[in-house]
């Protein structure tokens, strides 16, 4: 169910983003989606790929500070109350959404949206029950990438 | 047999007899070699003879260790006013060896030894790792740098007396000191604690576990270090992490040496004569009392030194240590009177803003302080690299973190700083000493 987001830390000055996206490139890594998230200091560059035990390590070995983080990608209906529809479901189980981030891909009138939560599992049950199916990484990357 | 019960069954290596001298045969053998000592500096090199003339005190009148308040003080520039061979007190057809500071600004420090100095500056070496539970068989990985430094070549010599193995790496090139480190079976290494600190990361990047390794003693010095440094690499690594201190001027390293109690550095004081003073008005403060180390060699023939300036700071303590020498100890020194850098007004020691930063979180030991100054004030910016174990996921953790360190300094000396946080090994690396504080203000 869940799909493994890395994130980066990131000094916030000039060049800081462009060397791993960079390195990325070169090492021939799809980025199928990504955030930034910064502050006048830092930021943290969040970003989900296919083999992302490989990035982690080519990033490491370029001294990059990552950090893999569970996320769950879910289908949003693109119409109005799509991505209301589901944030309501949460509400009700109590789940807090840390941050979340699109797909710029959208199939069948649907969207991708990407969930970071604080507690995950309560999040999968809560959706599950009100029939929101979170998007499993196998078919995730098949939908992506073809 | 466990790693510690290993070192408490050598405590008293026969080499470390001196250290355990009843406290009225040391101080005779100390007044015996002062008076030597004074009188050959005053024979045979000039500045000493001029200094004492003009104090009116000479070899005559060192009738007690108390009186060695009556001579005059050396300082590091007089060895640099006197450059190269002008503090000698010997013949260089007896002298046999020359080491050099590597002097950071101008011309470099010379010192000296006869063959008898480096049987000295020995035999307190193999007094030193003894102290630290070190014998025959142990493998000694000395990864101080061999040159003109006097690190390499004092452990070396040191070790090899000792009866050990002596991995002579010298300093730098971390992926090979890993690598004969675990296929040498090294017990103990030598070099300063910031690189050993470079080391443990490597390691671990590596998927090396010292813990697994035989690694049990370090003998770190050559740099000022803090009790948090101690922990983080006893806790790393799982060695036991010794204090060496010395310095080229006296003879290199080896001129105090922890025992196993860790309560700070023995100074062999057979040789070294130490006395604390206040770095202002020169005059001695008590026992436990703060101050400069100042310290007069009592057996070197080719350069002795009276009454040396070491700038550390330090306090001397004679409470008898519980490894029963009869050695006086210093205080860990963490900090020397010419580290010190002044903002706003406030006297600040690197080691104060390490202590803040360990004390929020045991994983930051990377940092550097960038000073500034922005229309007249003073702007200290501490730059902290961030570590895989304390990096999350998102903003509000890591500004937390800045925050909090912000914090810990500010209660710590009293003055507030810019925390940044910034990638790993981005800030400048020490093979050898770390380079901790970068001034850029323009006075």
Redesign the interface.
């Known amino acids: 169910m869940k799909v493994k987001q890395l994130?980066l830390?990131?000094?916030n000055q000039p060049g800081?983003l462009s060397r791993p996206v960079k390195l990325l490139a070169e090492a021939k890594f799809n980025i199928l989606t990504l955030a930034l998230?910064?502050?006048q200091?830092?930021g943290?560059l969040?970003f989900i790929v296919r083999d992302w035990r490989k990035a982690k390590t080519l990033l490491?070995d370029a001294?990059?500070?990552?950090?893999v983080?569970d996320v769950l990608v879910l289908e949003v209906a693109d119409e109005p109350g799509g991505l209301a529809a589901i944030l309501s479901v949460l509400e009700t189980a109590r789940v807090n959404v840390?941050?979340m981030y699109g797909f710029t891909l959208r199939t069948e009138g649907k969207g991708l949206l990407a969930f970071?939560f604080d507690d995950p599992d309560s999040a999968i049950a809560a959706l599950e029950q009100k029939g929101f199916k979170p998007v499993r990484s196998v078919d995730l990357f098949k939908r992506l990438e073809s | 047999m466990s790693k510690q019960a290993q070192d408490s069954t050598r405590l008293f290596h026969p080499v470390s007899a001196p250290d355990f001298l009843p406290l009225p045969q040391l101080r005779a053998l100390q007044l015996q070699r002062l008076q030597a000592i004074v009188k050959r500096a005053y024979e045979h090199v000039q500045l000493f003879r001029q200094r004492m003339d003009a104090l009116g005190a000479g070899p005559q009148d060192i009738n007690s260790l108390e009186d060695i308040g009556r001579l005059p003080f050396t300082v590091k520039t007089d060895l640099r006013d006197t450059y190269p061979f002008g503090l000698f007190a010997s013949p260089m057809k007896e002298i046999v060896r020359l080491h050099a500071s590597s002097g950071t600004t101008g011309k470099p420090i010379v010192v000296a030894y006869t063959q008898e100095d480096l049987g000295v500056w020995t035999n307190v070496m193999v007094r030193s790792f003894a102290a630290c539970g070190l014998h025959e068989g142990d493998v000694i990985q000395n990864a101080y740098g061999y040159g003109l430094f006097t690190g390499g070549l004092g452990a070396h010599y040191g070790a090899e007396a000792l009866g050990a193995t002596v991995i002579p790496i010298s300093g730098g090139n971390t992926q090979r000191q890993l690598l004969v480190m675990k296929d040498f079976g090294a017990t103990a290494i030598c070099c300063t604690p910031s690189y050993f600190l470079h080391l443990i990361d490597q390691a671990a990047?590596a998927g090396l576990k010292l813990k697994d390794l035989p690694l049990r003693a370090g003998i770190f010095g050559a740099e000022p270090w803090t009790e948090s440094m101690r922990r983080r690499i006893e806790a790393d690594s799982g060695i036991k992490a010794y204090d060496i201190y010395g310095l080229s001027e006296i003879v290199g390293p080896g001129v105090a040496m922890e025992c196993p109690c860790q309560s700070g550095p023995h100074i062999f004081e057979d040789y070294f004569y130490p006395e604390i003073i206040d770095p202002k008005t020169g005059k001695p403060v008590g026992d436990e009392e703060e101050g400069e180390l100042v310290l007069t060699t009592l057996g070197k023939q080719a350069m002795p030194m009276i009454r040396y300036h070491t700038r550390d700071i330090t306090a001397l303590t004679a409470e008898r240590c519980e490894c029963g020498r009869t050695l006086r100890r210093i205080k860990r020194i963490s900090r020397r009177s010419d580290d010190m850098f002044i903002v706003r007004g406030i006297n600040v020691y690197p080691s104060q803003i390490e202590t803040a930063l360990l004390r929020v979180e045991g994983a930051l030991p990377h940092y550097q302080i960038l000073l500034t100054r922005d229309k007249g004030l003073d702007e200290m910016e501490v730059q902290v690299e961030?570590?895989?174990e304390v990096?999350?996921?998102?903003?509000g953790a890591?500004?937390r973190l800045?925050q909090q360190l912000n914090q810990s300094i500010e209660s710590t000396v009293g003055l507030r700083a810019k925390v940044?946080?910034?990638?790993?090994?981005?800030l400048q690396r020490s093979e050898g000493k770390a380079k901790r504080v970068i001034d850029q203000r323009q006075m």
Not at chain 1, 63 to 67: D, F, P, S, T
Not at chain 2, 391 to 395: H, K
């Open positions: 994130s830390f990131l000094e800081a998230a910064d502050t200091q830092f943290i969040r490491e001294n990059c500070v990552v950090k983080t840390e941050y970071r | 990047e961030v570590t895989a990096f999350t996921d998102t903003v890591l500004e800045q940044r946080l910034v990638q790993p090994r981005t």
